[in-house]
């Protein structure tokens, strides 16, 4: 990795504002988290600092609260969770964590200039304040003058050019990569830069309009490029099928064609479904039938997972592959009878210990953890929206103001 890591930090005595990704699901009145996975996520990065006796500082958003203070988005109820997370660490440090009202201002200098090593201060929702997404120079300041060292670990906020991913970074130098950081760059980067090959990508999912940068930059690395979910409708009427009530994004039709064309002059293995899984309704008690995607589908019908032909297909190509970048559904995996492709793809992802699996966030890795195989997989990215950015080549504000080694 060409930034600097928390790795190649002398940390000792120092405050260093880490900037971590928070944004958990909360219950409707916002006093419980539902999923911590973010806060484990990060658990590394904070247990680094404090070993090597830094005082750390928690930077983090939650929600979208528009700019002001709104109990319904406060972090106080991760303090809790926080605090036990840790205290379950049998280490050689005491763990103290405080809770700032605000993370600017007059109490929050003060905490955080209060703080001792081995303890920690989470600040209170950055998002509170407009200028946080306005990337406001004085706000980013403001945020600097807590602190001696940035550390970002929120990859997930990472293509968002905010005062406390790319701002801060102008007033506080080191500005380095924390632990999840380091490896959301790592594994994205070598699967873009140098992949083992074979190489395969499989991109699922509702839509083409969100995936079609990526599918046009993977177009370019890739041995075979895998489409699922709804978006292989759009391609499939590019092949000229009809495909009923299924979900097309008509405009996109002739952007499938496009990479239909660009896939034959790469000599690049497109991989489409053979056969689907079409119902009469959109609901997992529909009548099914399995189809073959050459024939037109039946007017009143549509496709919500694929097939068992294609499941096959796409098993053999990802049994050899050394590098596989799964990102996306292959059904609606939301019902249960509409979940066999995409749990599929996921056991057969895990079950090929020979090669490197990376994950794209948001529905792949809660396909992943459905089907139980989290464990076995190589890497899976904690940011939706910025391993996606990541996989179109695009450069992500939060990682490019980093410090080069």
Known sequence: MAKLSIRDLKLENKRVFIRVDFNVPLTDDGQEITDDTRIVATLPTIEYALRHKAKVILASHLGRPKGKPNPKYSLRPVVDRLRELLDKKEDDYSINVAFAPDCVGEIAEEMAHKLESGQVLLLENLRFHPEEEANDPEFSKALASLAEIYVNDAFGSAHRAHASTEGITHYLKPAAAGLLMENEITYLGKALESPEKPFVAIIGGSKISGKIDVIDNLLDKVDTLVIVGGMAYTFQRALGVSTGKSLVEEDKIDLAK??????????????????????DSFANDAKTQVWDCSKNFPPDWQGLDIGPKSIAAIQK???????????????VFEFPRFAVGTNAIAHSVAANKAATSIIGGGDSVSAINQAGVADQITHISTGGG????????????????LTHK
Do not use: Y
Not at 317 to 330: D, E, Q
Not at 389 to 397: A, R, S, V
């Open 258 to 279: 496009q990479a239909i064309d660009k896939a034959k002059a790469r000599g690049v293995n497109l991989l489409l479904p053979v056969d689907n899984i079409l119902a």
């Open 386 to 401: 910025a391993s996606l950015e990541f996989l179109e080549g695009k450069k992500l504000p939060g990682v490019e103001a």
């Open 317 to 331: 190509v990802v049994s050899t592959a050394r590098t596989i970048v799964w990102n996306g559904p292959a059904g």
